[in-house]
C-alpha cells in the first residue's frame, strides 16, 4: 500500500532528543538483516518463506530469545511467524507487531539489477520488498533484539506477528488476526510512514487508522445471440455499456468519520488554497459543494465517499455474431464501516436492469476505522517529532488493504506506523528497481524503540 514512506537522513537529529539519547540501536545488524531479507525470494509459490522466518528466528535467538518465545508455523507454502517478549504483568493484554515476509513477483530482465541481490547504491538499498515490506520488518526484528540483549521488561507483554502471504489471499494473516484477536491494540510496519520533499526536508508523517475496504463485484449480461446481420434489442454487449455508463455517472454519498476529520482537517492547514477551504467547508457541514470539488482531485476523492470502478470487461465470441454474454468487472473501495452488501445493493440500483447478475467476486472482509487513541498519538508524535522536531502527523486512511484490515475486523485496534521516510519521487513498491534509504536505518530503529517503550511499559 499503499506516498507512504520517506527517506531518513535524520540520525543527527537524534541529538536533539534527550528521551532516546539512552537508547542503543544496532544500524549495522538492521541493514544487515534487511539485505539478507531481500535475498530470500519470498514471492508467491517460491517456497521461501518459511526459511525467511527461520532467518529472523536466528537473529532473536542470537539476542537472548528462547525457543519458546518463537513460533513458526508452515501453512500451504509459506508461514507465519510469532515471537514474544512477555511483560511482567499478566492482566494487560499484548501490544503486537505487525510486518509480512512475502513480496511480490518481480523478474529480472525487467530490472536494472537482479531484484532479489540486493544492493546498496549512491545511499539506498534495491531490492524487490525492500520497501515493502522488508524494511520496517527489519527494523521490529533488531530493535527487538536489541531490548532483549539490554534486558527489557515491559509490563504489557510485546508480540512481533509477521505474516507469510499479504500481497495475495492473505491466509496467514486471517490466521493470526484469530489467534491474537484479544490483543489491546496492533502498530503495524506496512502502512503510514513519513514524506520527504524533494530536497529531502521532512514534510508530514502519516499514521494510519483505517483502510476502506476492497471489494470487486462482477456484472454480467446474457442472450441467446444470433448473426450479426440480424442485430436485436437484447444485444448484452449494449446492456452492459449502458450499466457501465451508469455506473460511471454516480457518486456514493459523501461521509466522513473522526479519522478522515482529523485527516482534511490537518490536511486543509497544509495545502490551503481551494481544496484545503473545501475541506475546512466539508470538515465544518459536509457541504456538497465542497465534497464536489474534493471529488475532482485523485488524491482526494476516495477520502469522501466509496468509490466503484469498471476496471476489465469481457464480450462476444466472433466478429460476425452477437454477443451471448458480456460482463464487466467493477472494483470498489469502500468507506469503513459500510456493510459489502449494501455496496452490492447500491450497485444494484445503479445498474437497474433486472436482467444483470451481480456477484462478489472472492472472499472480501470489511473493517471500520481504528479510534484515534491518545496514547497512540501521543507516542507515535513523540517517537516522529524526536526524530523531525515540529513535524506534522496526520491521521490517515488508505485506500489499499494491509494485514491491519483483519485485525480491524476483529476489533484489534490497529495502526499503520512504518518508520520508513522517503521522498514521492522514490516510492517504487511493488515496482521496478524498488529501493529505500540506508541513511535512516538508526534513526527509524529509535523511532520503533520510542514507541513500544511508550505504549508497552
Not at 511482567?88 to 510486518?99: A, E, T
Not at 532479489?116 to 549512491?122: A, D, I, L, S, W
Amino acid at each position: 500500500m499503499t506516498f507512504k514512506r520517506v527517506l531518513a537522513g535524520a540520525v543527527a537529529a537524534l541529538a536533539l532528543c534527550p528521551a532516546l539519547a539512552n537508547a542503543a540501536p544496532d544500524p549495522a545488524l538492521g541493514k544487515d538483516v534487511l539485505m539478507r531479507s531481500i535475498a530470500f525470494r519470498t514471492v508467491e509459490g517460491g517456497g521461501q518463506v518459511p526459511a525467511l522466518a527461520a532467518y529472523y528466528a536466528s537473529v532473536l535467538k542470537a539476542a537472548g530469545f528462547a525457543d519458546a518465545d518463537i513460533v513458526i508455523t508452515p501453512m500451504e507454502g509459506t508461514a507465519t511467524f510469532a515471537a514474544t517478549i512477555p511483560g511482567s504483568d499478566p492482566s494487560l493484554r499484548p501490544l503486537l507487531m505487525l510486518g509480512h515476509m512475502d513480496v511480490v513477483e518481480a523478474k529480472r530482465e525487467d530490472w536494472t539489477r537482479d531484484p532479489f541481490v540486493p544492493v546498496e547504491e549512491n545511499g539506498y538499498i534495491f531490492g524487490r520488498g525492500s520497501e515493502d515490506n522488508k524494511y520496517d520488518v527489519a527494523m521490529m526484528v533488531t530493535v527487538l533484539a536489541g531490548l532483549k540483549k539490554d534486558g527489557w521488561k515491559p509490563r504489557r507483554t510485546v508480540k512481533l506477528l509477521l505474516s507469510g502471504d499479504e500481497e495475495t489471499a492473505m491466509r496467514t494473516t486471517r490466521a493470526l488476526a484469530a489467534q491474537y484477536k484479544e490483543a489491546e491494540l496492533a502498530l503495524n510496519g506496512d502502512g503510514g510512514g513519513g514524506l520527504l520533499g524533494e530536497d529531502g526536508a521532512p514534510v508530514l508523517y502519516l499514521l494510519q487508522a483505517g483502510e476502506k475496504t476492497y471489494a470487486d463485484f462482477d456484472i454480467a449480461f446474457t442472450d441467446p445471440g444470433g448473426h450479426s446481420s440480424a442485430p436485436t434489442a437484447t444485444n448484452p454487449l449494449y446492456r452492459l455499456a449502458k450499466a457501465i455508463d451508469r455506473i460511471a455517472d454516480y457518486e456514493f454519498a459523501p461521509m466522513i468519520n473522526e479519522l478522515t476529520r482529523a485527516s482534511l482537517t490537518l490536511t486543509a492547514q497544509r495545502i490551503g488554497g481551494e481544496a484545503g477551504e473545501a475541506m475546512r467547508r466539508y470538515v465544518a457541514t459536509q457541504d456538497k459543494d465542497a465534497a464536489a470539488l474534493l471529488s475532482t482531485y485523485p488524491e482526494f476523492v476516495g477520502q469522501i465517499r466509496t468509490t466503484c470502478v469498471a476496471t476489465m470487461a469481457q464480450a462476444g465470441h466472433a466478429l460476425n455474431a452477437l454477443p451471448q454474454s458480456a460482463r464487466a468487472q467493477v472494483n470498489c473501495r469502500i468507506f469503513p464501516g459500510v456493510a459489502i452488501d449494501a455496496v452490492k445493493a447500491e450497485l444494484t440500483r445503479i445498474v437497474a436492469d433486472p436482467t444483470a447478475a451481480i456477484t462478489q467476486v472472492g472472499d472480501a472482509t470489511a473493517s471500520d476505522a481504528s479510534p484515534l487513541r491518545r496514547d497512540v498519538t501521543s507516542a507515535v508524535e513523540a517517537a516522529v517529532r524526536a526524530r523531525f522536531p515540529g513535524l506534522s502527523v496526520t491521521p490517515s486512511m488508505s485506500a489499499g488493504a494491509t494485514d491491519s484490515l483483519y485485525f480491524r475486523a476483529l476489533g484489534v485496534p490497529s495502526y499503520g506506523v512504518s518508520t520508513l521516510f522517503t521522498k514521492a519521487s522514490d516510492g517504487f513498491a511493488h515496482g521496478l528497481n524498488e529501493r529505500v534509504p540506508a541513511g535512516g536505518i538508526a534513526a527509524s530503529q529509535r523511532q520503533w524503540e520510542a514507541m513500544l517503550k511508550a505504549l508497552a511499559k
